[in-house]
Each structure stands twice: as C-alpha cells, then as structure tokens.
C-alpha cells in the first residue's frame, strides 16, 4: 500500500509520518507538496503535524486552502483515508472536513508531554487493530489543542461514535486531571461520520518505536494498513 | 474604502486568554472588572467607494477566510 504526507510550508513532523509507514510497516510512502492539484494512487493520505504557513490567522486556516488541499477534500469525500495529526487535526478541522474548532489551551501553555488516551471506537480503518478501552501512551505538542463545538455537534459526535480517543489517566479513566489542555469531554481525536477520515492532537509517529519510548502509536498505521488489505477502504483517488 | 473589523470569540465560547488578562488586571487593583474579551483587528482597504458592495464583499471575506463562525463572531465599520 502506499501513503502520501503532504507537506506544506511549516510542516515539521512530515518526515516522521513519512519514515513510520516507510522504515517501520515497511510499506510505500510519498511526500506530496502542497501545491500539487492532483493526488494519484494513495491509499491514505496523512496530513502532518507543525505550523502550517507559520499558524497565522489561526491555525491550520491558511493550509486549508492550498491547492492540495481540494483534491484532498475531494479525496475524503469519495471515501479516501485521511488521517490529521496536530496541526494536520486543525487544517481538517478548518476544511470543514471535520466538525468543531481548536482554541487556545486552557492553561495557555503550549503542552509537550506523553500523555494518555483511551480507545473509544474500533470501528473505523485507524483502530480496527486495537480493543475499546486500550490505553495509548503517545506525546502531544501543541498550544491549540482545545477542541470546541457545540452542545449540538458534541450529541451528533457522541450519537454517530465519532469520538475517537479521549484523554485519560494511565488506567484509562477520563478524569479532568488528565486533559491537558481543556478539550470538551477529554476529546483527543475524532473521525468523520463515515469513519474515513481521523484528527488526532496526539503523535502516534513520535511513538511507534521503542527507542521513541513507546510504540503504542504504530497500532494506528497498523490499523490503516490492515483496513487497506482487507479492501474495506481501498481507494483508487482522483 | 476602509473596512474596520473585529473579530472576537462567542459568548458562548471560553476565552482563556480574557480570564488570564482579567486576573492579571485584578492583581493590579482594579477590583471592578466583570470581564475581559480578547480578539483580532483587521483594517481591510478596498478599492470600490460603493458601500454596498464593500459590505457585500467584507461579509464574505469574513465567511471564508477572517472569521471562523464556529468560535468566532465578528462585526465591521466601513469608513
């Protein structure tokens, strides 16, 4: 199978999304620049972490409408896997290819550490290789991690199991102590309500091998690449 | 044409950095502050003198690209 890491200016954690699937599955991957207008054969596309066209305006606002980022769209909608991680969440979520919007963390810190997440749906192509309540040891870096939407968003989120992943303790309780950064309900990651596409704020690339301290995030891409060989989710784009 | 506009978080949405600077405020002795909202000023100049259009234009400027409606509300002076 074969991945695509888009690359925008500002993007920093492109070559680690680039070497997981690569030097760790062992599989195909391929930088896409951003304004390229056309994405051929991929078979997921990962839209990475890092500052985007430097965050301004806010983030991830200015990526959205880089010329790849139509055929990404366009991508998502006909079904393709698209998975957001950080910044990557925040242009997805700019894109309107995922509901609700970042703020500010709580603490107005930018927050780097390992944080903890529990698995909350199996059912999608990004955690079909994990169990409901597994407890994810994987790093955040972010200053806009404060995931917003309204009480109405939040109902259809939780009635469609688009919540993903939720903060929690390390023995997978969702406590307020253990959101690091004020999101609404602890939320993490969420997918689309067709479960294609993911934005996640944890780095599972930064926590697929064991000299990274831990290698719980390389369950993510496994899952991706296991969903693609099982044809569920191949994908021939435009 | 200039367009004035401000931009700032909804009512309904925390605004962390307005509780930070209303503390910081607080700590200074100004005991009488209720609240504290941050957001953005944009001066956006236009070259067409019809209001009209101006407004036309500013309103979908916001929609698309200044303003993202589902944290933020926004208004705007033309001059």
Known sequence: MKFGVIRFPGSNCDQDCYHVPAA???EKAEYIWHKEEKI????????PGGFSYGDYLRTGAI????????????YAKGGGLVIGICNGFQILLESGLLPGAMLRNRTLKFVCKYVDIRVENVETPF????????VLHIPVAHG???????AQTLADLKKHKQIVFTYCDRFGKVTGEANPNGSLDNIAGICNRKGNVLGMMPHPERASETCMGSTDGRAIFESIRAAVKNGTFRMACT | MKAKIYVTLKKSVLDPQGVTVKHALESL?????EDVRLGKYFEVTLETKD?????KEIEQMCHKL?????????KYDLE
């Open chain 1, 40 to 47: 051929h054969h991929y078979d997921c596309i990962i839209v």
């Open chain 1, 24 to 26: 760790v599955l062992g």
């Open chain 1, 63 to 74: 990526a959205r409408f880089s010329p790849v980022m139509k055929s990404v769209v366009e």
């Open chain 1, 127 to 134: 955690t079909g290789e994990l169990s409901h309540g597994d």
């Open chain 2, 66 to 74: 200044l303003v993202n409606p589902v944290i933020e509300a926004f």
């Open chain 2, 51 to 55: 209001k009209k259009k101006a407004a």
């Open chain 2, 29 to 33: 002795g100004y005991k009488g502050v």
């Open chain 1, 144 to 150: 806009e991690g404060n995931y917003y939407c309204d």
